[in-house]
């Protein structure tokens, strides 16, 4: 009986012991002691209980990964470590932190105005800064706030500490990397941005499936003679209700949550499908352009999809032009320019989108392999259409043509902006002053039949 009672008393300790280590592992963040968001999220509702107002506020760097990658692991620790302290030493009494996940933390703060808050935040900001990652070197820690605030007389038992992190979240997400602005707080516009992609996501995979997205046209002449060159692909989604949906609406979502590489594919496809159809109907054939972004860039799995593409539809990949934007080319040249030469070397024609909206250089051309170049809509704005302005956007003309680029303006909508185009030189034009996108039987019945381009029975 002795010896089992002390065999008894052995693993009674040994399992006291291991769910005293499970607690720790279970409340706290082992790496800052800070505790974790289990910890923070047991204990929210009775925090919430209290008639305070609350800001409940989430911050993140911009960069940290970069930290990690360019001064080590160990030095990334080193500044978790020391933000967490940050943070604690700028806590009131009755006030919590918790450190989220990798480079993100939250705190309950007691809300007394914006103004005070946005102070502390900034006094936090600095105190970050205190700290030195590497002596030799001097590099500003970047933190972004995104800050929900929860009135006292809210009712509270239907914010459930889900909501509260979440608004801070979305008001986070709202600013990420802005340097300029780094602090935002959750409100009714940052609400209705994520209900609507809330109902985008869930409606978009339907919507590929059972062909809501439509392709439009929208074709570009030839400035000198106003024949017709080629036309851009412009996506549309009309959805069942029969509401029309721009690009701008859903696009960025698609390139957030990686949908946009099945609706490129989908618009390529559409476009070879129409260029093969035009071909077998005895049109004089005229390219399409599709917008890809940026996301296909960092995936070599695309570049196959493509050739099966133009493979099945037997057409000359010379009559799809890819449009890249500018700021896709410009954020990781080196990967661009390998997957452009791959691009050309099949026989695709690249053409840079919105050149000049960014920071592009003009140096870049020479090192991108592209035929064709898309002026951004701004050069046909006042400034650019100055007798100074006019002298840069034709240097930036000579010089593609020296290049063998191909220049295109976009957004044409007057007579004036055509001769401002034609006195420079342009090569080719596209805006509502032509023809705005349209469906495709449209741009077939009216341009492809139409007076500025009279279809060849046999083109080809
Ligand atoms: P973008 O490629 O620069 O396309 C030109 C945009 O300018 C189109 O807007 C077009 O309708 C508009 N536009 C054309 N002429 C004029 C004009 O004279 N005046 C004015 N004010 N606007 C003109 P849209 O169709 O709304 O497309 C917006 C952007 O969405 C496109 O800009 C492109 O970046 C993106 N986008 C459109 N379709 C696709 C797609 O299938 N895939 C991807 N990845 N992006 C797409
Ligand atoms: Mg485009
Ligand atoms: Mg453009």
């Keep these: ?41 047991t204990d929210l509702p009775a925090l919430l209980r209290e008639p305070a107002d609350y800001a409940m506020v989430l911050m993140n760097m911009s960069g940290f990964k970069f930290v990690n990658e360019f001064f080590g692991f160990e030095k990334g620790n080193l500044l978790l470590q020391h933000i967490a302290r940050v943070l604690e030493e700028n806590l009131a009494q009755g006030e919590r932190y918790y450190r989220d996940n990798a480079d993100h933390f939250g705190m309950l703060l007691y809300y007394k105005s914006r103004e005070e808050i946005i102070s502390r935040m900034k006094k936090i900001h600095q105190d970050i800064n205190d700290h030195v990652i590497s002596p030799n070197q001097d590099y500003r ?28 979240l979305l008001a986070l997400n709202s600013v990420n990397g802005n340097t300029s602005n780094p602090i935002a707080f959750y409100d009714e516009e940052i609400h209705e941005k994520a209900r609507k992609k809330i109902e985008i996501e869930s ?33 549309r989604w009309c959805s069942e209700d029969g509401v029309m949906h ?11 949550n990686g949908f946009i590489t099945e609706l490129d594919m989908y618009m390529l496809e559409e476009a070879c499908k129409k260029v093969s159809c035009w071909m077998k109907q005895g049109y004089q054939v005229r390219p399409i352009s599709v917008n890809q972004s940026r996301v296909f860039f960092y995936d070599d799995e695309y570049l196959d999809k493509f050739h099966d593409i133009v493979d099945r539809y037997q057409i000359e990949p010379s009559l799809i032009i890819l449009e890249v934007t500018e700021s896709v080319a410009m954020s990781n040249l080196d990967q661009v320019k390998m997957v452009i030469k791959k691009l050309h070397k099949m026989g695709f024609t ?53 290049l063998s680029i191909t220049t295109v303006a976009e957004g044409i909508e007057n007579e004036r902006q055509l001769e401002f185009l034609r006195s420079i030189s342009c090569d080719i034009g596209q805006g509502f002053y032509f023809a705005r996108p349209m469906p495709v039987d449209a741009f077939e019945n009216k341009v492809l039949h139409g007076p500025l381009a009279e279809p060849k029975p046999d083109g080809n």
Excluded: W
Aim: with cysteine; proline share 4%.
């Design 1 to 41: 009986f002795f010896m089992f009672g002390i065999l008894f008393f052995y693993i009674y300790n040994l399992l006291k012991r291991e769910h005293e280590a499970l607690n720790i592992f279970a409340y706290q963040d082992i790496l800052t002691g800070a505790d974790n968001r289990n910890r923070f999220v």
């Design 203 to 235: 409606q978009m995979h339907a919507a590929l499936a059972n062909g809501e997205f439509h392709m439009y046209l929208q074709p570009k002449y030839y400035l000198g003679d106003q024949t017709l060159h080629s036309a851009e692909a412009l996506v």
């Design 141 to 168: 820690i970047n933190c972004n706030f995104g800050i929900n605030i929860i009135q006292g007389n809210e009712p509270r038992m239907i914010l459930s500490p889900d909501a509260a992190i979440n608004g801070a």
């Design 350 to 402: 690249i053409s840079m989108d919105d050149f000049g909206s960014g920071y592009s250089s003009l140096n870049t051309l020479k090192d991108l392999d592209i035929a064709e170049l898309k002026l951004d809509r701004e050069f046909l704005s006042e400034q650019s259409t100055s007798p100074k302005g006019k002298v840069v956007v034709e240097s930036i003309i000579r010089l593609a043509r020296e």
């Design 246 to 256: 721009y690009p701008d609406e859903f696009i960025p979502v698609f390139e957030e």
